[in-house]
């Protein structure tokens, strides 16, 4: 390590201001700092001084979500072979089955190897694809301000995958994620200045865009001419008793559905991880929780003769769709999210209310996470207004006292 760090030292004068590599700066600087802990520190009475930075805050959410990527290639493989099996498929003529027999891996549902090696050949390309072409408006826009390049992609580029689909179109990854940080991050100034989250800024431009490939019964499922409804899908057409699997399966997460949202257990590992490190808000997970388990009561007593989802019991919501994985990663993204404590808790209350509004109310879009969250953002600067002009009058009425 001495010897990088002596490498990455004596080519630093190329890239400094007046060298002939200076434009390049933000990419030298952003493999510097990503491999060491930056030496510079904030100095003076006006900054507030802690350990962390921003890198070490993206670097914990990306480890917070390892349960989940590992589960995402397990899973798809999973479904893709429990069908291919049911089929007597044995070979897969593409080049996925290519390095499956290169391999010398079958297609069994029962073999832990095969499972995730086949859902990695399916995560890996939506992975790449997603941080090369994220990546590249990345630089391309901190070269042209000739700032460093921000690691709010880091995050963004391993929470996109996990909420699309195995089957998605490698083009449309690149548009959506292109669109997500252009529109949804850059032309707000960046990393800490955008209002909406970049990943479901990205996830909504490709459903409403190309709703055939993110949405509906024939995407879910990595196996060619295969077509199967989601767990919430069918819950919409015919309430739990409609739902092919168990609670605790879907808990645990072997059911189709988007790559690393279906298992609430990974999702429940990844919220110890940030709220014991402090990086997320479990005043927002606790109040979107309770707030969609109170509505989703108060809807299911009610009941429908016309719209079966009124009858899903409440526990049904934390297990199935992108309800775990919205609550734990999505929702607590510290920039889109309100940042006082009390409207963190009004934040997550109004995602929580919102989320079993569109599942239930709307029968025609069963899944309403994302636009929940898009929702709130808009409303968090709001919210937080709200709360510190609540605590200026309150400190004025004290003087006045």
Wanted: net charge neutral.
């Amino acid at each position: 390590m001495k010897a990088l760090r002596g490498f990455l030292d004596s080519q630093h004068h190329h890239f400094a201001k007046g060298g002939k590599l200076e434009k390049f700066y933000p990419m030298y600087e952003m493999i510097d700092t990503f491999i060491y802990t930056p030496g510079e520190v904030s100095r003076g009475s006006v900054h507030v001084r802690d350990g962390i930075d921003l890198k070490r805050t993206m670097t914990t959410v990306a480890m917070a979500l390892t349960a989940c990527l590992l589960f995402a290639c397990y899973n798809t493989g999973l479904q893709a072979n429990t069908v291919l099996a049911a089929q007597g498929i044995t070979s897969v003529d593409s080049w996925r089955g290519a390095v499956m027999a290169a391999l010398g891996l079958g297609f069994d549902p029962t073999s832990c190897v095969s499972n995730f090696v086949y859902g990695f050949l399916f995560f890996a390309p939506v992975f790449l694809v997603t941080n090369i072409a994220g990546g590249f408006w990345e630089v391309i826009f901190a070269t042209v301000r000739k700032h460093e390049i921000n690691e709010g992609f880091l995050v963004t580029g391993l929470l996109f995958p996990c909420i699309l689909p195995p089957t998605i179109p490698l083009w449309q990854v690149a548009v959506g994620i292109s669109f997500g940080v252009v529109f949804g991050k850059e032309v707000f100034g960046g990393t800490g200045k955008n209002f909406l989250n970049p990943a479901l800024t990205a996830r909504a431009f490709l459903f409403f865009a190309y709703p055939g490939e993110i949405s509906g019964d024939a995407v879910w499922t990595a196996v060619d001419g295969f077509t199967g409804a989601t767990a919430l899908g069918q819950a919409a057409i015919g309430g739990a008793s409609a739902i092919s699997v168990s609670w605790m399966d879907a808990f645990l997460g072997f059911m189709p559905g988007s790559m690393g949202e279906t298992s609430t257990l990974a999702c429940l590992i990844g919220a110890v991880v940030l709220i014991v490190t402090g990086i997320g808000s479990w005043r927002i997970m606790l109040s979107m929780l309770v707030s969609a388990m109170a509505f989703a009561f108060v809807l299911n007593m009610i009941g429908s003769s016309t719209n079966p989802m009124f009858a899903l019991a409440p526990h049904w919501h934390l297990v199935i769709g992108g309800f775990a994985f919205g609550l734990v990663f999505m929702a607590t993204d510290p920039v889109s999210a309100a940042m006082t404590f009390k409207g963190q808790y009004f934040y997550g209350a109004l995602i929580g209310f919102m989320v079993i509004l569109v599942r239930v109310i709307n029968p025609a879009f069963p899944e309403g996470v994302m636009l929940a969250i898009l929702f709130a953002n808009c409303f968090a600067p709001l919210i937080d207004w709200f709360v510190v002009d609540g605590h200026i009058k309150k400190r004025q009425a004290r003087i006045k006292a």
